[in-house]
């Protein structure tokens, strides 16, 4: 079955960065696309990135957009978000899961349901 373990979050200040890290197993990770979602306080799920299976091809909300970048090790069955520039609004609960098996990410990926069967990691960010 599908496994992932989030980690890599914490407190930070605004302005300040993390590198987030999901590890994967119980299926072909270089076989799918791979997303990171948040979800803050009280509000939805956020699609925050999605990473094509060779790593590609990456899309980001517009809320994270040229401050995030995600990446992946399909040796490594390892997937990251470097997060820079980090700002109060980011805070969140950050979850990782398996996308798409065919294609790149689909342009209505941030819609798309997934299962996410991580614990999440945790990230605040202080004003």
């Known amino acids: 079955r599908v496994q992932v373990v989030e980690s890599g979050g914490g407190f930070v200040q605004a302005g300040g960065s993390l590198r987030l890290s999901c590890a994967a197993s119980?299926?072909?990770?270089?076989?799918?696309?791979m997303v990171w979602f948040r979800q803050a306080p009280g509000k939805e799920l956020e699609g925050a990135s999605c990473?094509?299976?060779?790593?590609?091809?990456?899309f980001y909300s517009d809320s994270v957009r040229g401050r995030f970048t995600t990446s992946r090790d399909n040796d490594r069955n390892m997937l990251f978000l470097q997060m820079n520039d980090l700002k109060a609004e980011d805070t969140a609960v950050y979850f990782c899961?398996?996308?798409?098996?065919?294609?790149?990410?689909?342009?209505?990926?941030?819609?798309?349901?997934?299962?996410?069967g991580g614990q999440g990691t945790q990230v605040t960010v202080s004003s």
């Open positions: 119980g299926f072909r990770f270089n076989d799918y696309n």
């Open positions: 990473i094509s299976r060779s790593g590609a091809n990456t």
């Open positions: 899961a398996p996308g798409s098996s065919r294609g790149s990410c689909p342009s209505n990926w941030p819609n798309v349901q997934y299962e996410f």
